[in-house]
Every structure is written in C-alpha cells, then in structure tokens.
DNA sequence: ATAAAGCCTCACACCGACGTGAGGGTCAAG
DNA sequence: CTTGACCCTCACGTCGGTGTGAGGCTTTAT
C-alpha cells in the first residue's frame, strides 16, 4: 500500500509517516518508481509507535523496543538488548509515575469543573 | 523569599520561575532593589503549576485555571468562566484517554522487559 | 574596599514531532 | 497531450518549556 493509504488508515499524517521511516520506525519497501510500499502489518506497527509515543518514548526508544516486537506484535519478543532494560525500566518508573500525576491532575480539574455547575456530582466520564 | 530560595523549595530552575511569572502563572511583588519577591503560598503554587504542566495543559490554560482557585488551593474556587468549562471538559477527556494509553503501554513494556529475564514474574514497582 | 554571590533583563539556542511550501517526477483518466 | 491526483526530496518554520550567556545591578562576606 502506498503511503496515503497507510495515512487514512492510521489517521497519522503523511509528514509523520515519512518521519517515522527517517528515524528507522518503519522500514517501507520501495518500487522502481521511489513510491513507498508499506506493507498490511505496518498499520498495526504504526498503531504501536503511536502508543509509545504517546506514552513519551522518544524516537530512538521506540525503534529499539519495536526491534524486540516481531511482526504483528502480538505475542513475541527477540532478546532485549541489557542496556535498552535499563532504560525501558527507568521509563516504565516514569509512566507510572506519570499516571499517578495525570491522576492528581485529574482531581484538581473535577474540583474546578465540580464548582461549575454545583453541588451535583460531576458526570462520570 | 527571593527566587533562589522558592527554586530550591520547590526544586524548579530559577528560569523556570521567571518564565512562570512572565505566563502570568506568579505574580510575586518587586522589593525596590528589583527583586522579585514571592510568599510562602507561591511553594504550593508552582507545585500545581507543575502539576497540571505535567498533565499536559499549556500556560495559558493554567493561568485561568489558578484564576478558579483560591490562595492554598487545599479547598475553593472562584467561578470559572464557561469558556474555561468547555476547555477544561475537553483536557479532562484528553487525561482519561491519555491514562488509557499509557497504561496500555506499560503492557507493551511489561512484555518486552517479562521477555528479558525469563518467565519469572517481574518486579513488581 | 574588594571579592563573591545572588539578582536583574534581554535575547538567542535547543529539542522533538510535525506543518508547510518549493520544485519536480509518475500515473490514470479524459 | 493535458489535467489532476498522488508521490518524491529537501529544507525551513513552529511551538513550549527550558538552557545559557552577556552585560550590569545589589547585597553579603571578608
């Protein structure tokens, strides 16, 4: 498939597709014309190097555990390399560390917003 | 407190807290030597600066929404203004995913760092 | 008095993910 | 053949929070 498919599909930018070749994420054939063609899985893959960056993975991070995920990444792993543990460790402190600051954050918006409209309980999400 | 004390307190770099102040987040008086001079609340404050910094919402936003709340922030508001509702919902919707998503990526990391040391569980925190 | 430390105001540098536009190929439809 | 849609590669712009340095005050300690 060619790029501005992966891009509907996703709904990730042209721009950040051709980013996330640049930084070594993906890794689209070319045909003889110099298009790009990605293949069924990269959907998924894509779909995982948005969730990682969303969870505040830099680009470098994320190439090296996505080497570590095989194709469709639902199960299988290669070895991790012992200093990408070290680091994947220090992020995993990071993000619980930052669920419970979202959280706290969380409780400070819900007394604001509870302030809003009264005394009656906020709507639950 | 001149801002080299409320830095070491509140573990924030000194251009940090001019930079807060220039957003409007602090407003500490000027003794007349020109030295900004902030009170014992400002330590709380810029700990909910940092907060909702972390929770992702830009100074902006933040200057209004330590508008709705009071000196220490341990209980009360003022009105917040509709506008600010609309927005704050929205950032609330944003956090909630946001958790979401990080919490699905600590599965993913769990994965590739269960996968580094063998079957045994891993630490847990 | 003199040095050292803390403060002040610019104002430019940086990072990381991405927007955006220039300039130019490729390809299918009319 | 031409139009229009899609693709390509540079390469610079943006945004937000922060680092950093210049140049110059005040205050504190010796």
Partial sequence: MRIGELAERT????????????QGLLKPARG????????AEDVNRVARIQLLYSAGLRSSCISEVLGCVSG??????AEPAPD??????????????????????????????????????????
Avoid: C, K, W
């Fill in 72 to 77: 469709d990444g639902s199960e299988p792993y």
């Fill in 32 to 39: 003889a014309n110099g298009y790009r063609d990605f293949s």
């Fill in 84 to 125: 990408l543990v070290a680091e994947l460790t220090t992020v995993r402190e990071r993000i619980v560390r930052q669920m419970g600051e979202l959280g706290d954050s969380l409780v400070v918006l819900d007394r604001i917003l509870g302030a809003a409209h009264g005394p009656a309980g906020v709507g639950r999400s």
């Fill in 11 to 22: 709904g990730v930018s042209i721009r950040s597709l051709r980013y996330y070749e640049e």
